[in-house]
């Protein structure tokens, strides 16, 4: 039982392990955002409301057929003079019990308002589902910068691990050049005092990491408590952004967006127009009418009569005045679509300037980049030439802290570069209607 336990306990460790050890791409964080993040499901959420909208609205066309019932006890019933050959009589009318149950119907045959809201309920769901497009959209540019700076943070502690083993051996190398006395004291001190700098900022970044890593949980709706790690390939510099041939405002979201409210507001200026044409529909009822002295409990039962009665009509409603009111509401509804095509004149010039920017920061990006490459590989050699010429009496202590200091602040500057780049990227990609590729 105990080699079980213990067979059991590694393999439960193996997967453990394997779980903290799972890397989490871009495209794999994406997607889980949109499956998990709040805005994502309440975005999908609006889309089936809209079918729901669109059945509400079909049903004011669809007939309504209702039953009613009634049941009235008369205690004082109502007399009436009546003259017979000029006599007077007193008639009581009616009895004192009176039952009704019937059905009716009610069909529209012509109402362009109820009509139009069809139409509209059915564009409403397509803007729902543009709505959602653009949301995830916006998640997927929330996800991706944020995991970004996680990769960068993540960049930038291996440089400063790499920076603290490197100080870390230079430290012993003058420790040990002290006890031989071949160096300073001030030399050691001064070297422990940038160790201990070092330290430091190891220590920031694993804390900002941290936060970091918890920050893109939450964008993408995952547990706090999960583990995940980054593929070293995610600051790769790809090509998929970098066609910029063709005008892309066509297919950004907010253009769509903007195009289906048009359309929205042009079928609730037609709706307003359609209150004041005329209303054409059909009614029809059947029913019971029982009456009598006793309760009117069923048809064979003494003393109660019953009858039945139908009808079947045409309702026609021609609105002739109204004191303008149709009018001023085509008017408000035509200056709002008015008001949203200057709205959307102006997202267009901001698209437009969008993708302009963005093109002139991906370049500027590429050269900082290169350029950054270039100072990283120069630092490490005169890092290594100093270092070198140190051991042998050549270069001072300051010399040597110095090029250190340089090698770091290199690796760092290409790593903001580089990061620099991506979110260049990603606001080039937005700026030509292509988030939905990241996913």
């Known amino acids: ?47 089936k409301n809209s079918e729901l909208k669109i059945s509400e609205v079909r049903a004011s066309a669809l007939p309504q057929i209702n039953a009613n019932g009634d049941l009235t006890y008369n205690p004082i019933l109502q007399q009436s003079a009546i003259d017979f050959g000029g006599v007077t009589q007193i008639i009581t009318m009616g009895q004192p019990w009176q039952s009704t149950a019937s059905v009716s119907l009610n069909q529209q045959l012509f109402n362009l308002a109820v009509f139009t809201g069809l139409k509209a309920a059915k564009t409403t769901r397509e803007f729902y589902q543009i709505n959602a497009d653009l949301t995830n959209e916006q998640v997927i540019e929330k996800v991706a910068n944020s995991y970004y700076e996680v990769y960068k943070t993540k960049s930038q502690l291996k440089t400063t691990e790499l920076n603290l083993a490197n100080t870390s051996r230079v430290r012993d190398v003058i420790a040990d050049l002290h006890r031989n006395g071949l160096a300073k004291k001030i030399d ?92 054409l529909s059909l009614k029809a009822s059947y029913g019971y009418l029982g009456i009598g002295e006793e309760f009117p409990w069923f048809q064979s039962y003494p003393g109660a009569y019953w009858s039945d009665y139908s009808a079947i009509g045409l309702n026609l409603n021609i609105p002739i005045f109204n004191g303008g009111v149709v009018r001023s509401k085509t008017k408000q509804a035509q200056i709002q679509i008015d008001m949203l095509e200057a709205d959307k004149k102006d997202t267009q010039l901001a698209l437009d300037l969008d993708f302009k920017n963005a093109v002139a920061q991906i370049n500027n990006s590429l050269i900082a980049v290169n350029t950054q490459k270039e100072n990283v590989t120069l630092a490490k050699e005169v890092l290594s030439n100093i270092e070198n010429n140190y051991k042998n009496g050549l270069s001072s202590l300051t010399d040597l802290l110095d090029a250190e200091t340089s090698y770091t602040d290199a690796q760092n500057n290409l790593t903001n570069a580089l990061l620099s780049y991506k979110l260049a990227e990603i606001q080039l990609i937005k700026s030509k209607g292509e988030l939905k590729s990241l996913n």
């Open 1 to 47: 039982m105990k080699r079980i336990l213990f067979v059991v306990a590694i393999l439960t460790g193996l997967t453990v392990s394997a779980q903290e050890n799972e890397q989490l791409s871009l495209k794999e964080a994406i997607n889980f955002a949109l499956k998990n993040k709040a805005e994502a499901i309440k975005a999908n959420l609006e889309v």
């Open 188 to 279: 050691l001190d001064r070297t422990n005092v940038t160790l201990n700098n070092v330290k430091s900022t190891h220590l920031q970044l694993i804390n900002s990491l941290q936060l970091q890593e918890n920050a893109l949980k939450y964008l993408i709706g995952m547990d706090i408590n999960t583990t995940i790690n980054l593929p070293e390939s995610t600051f790769e510099i790809t090509a998929n952004a970098f066609s910029t041939d063709g005008d892309f405002t066509d297919n950004r979201t907010e253009i769509k967006l903007l195009e289906k409210q048009t359309e929205l507001l042009e079928l609730n200026k037609k709706a307003t127009r359609a209150e004041g044409l005329p209303s």
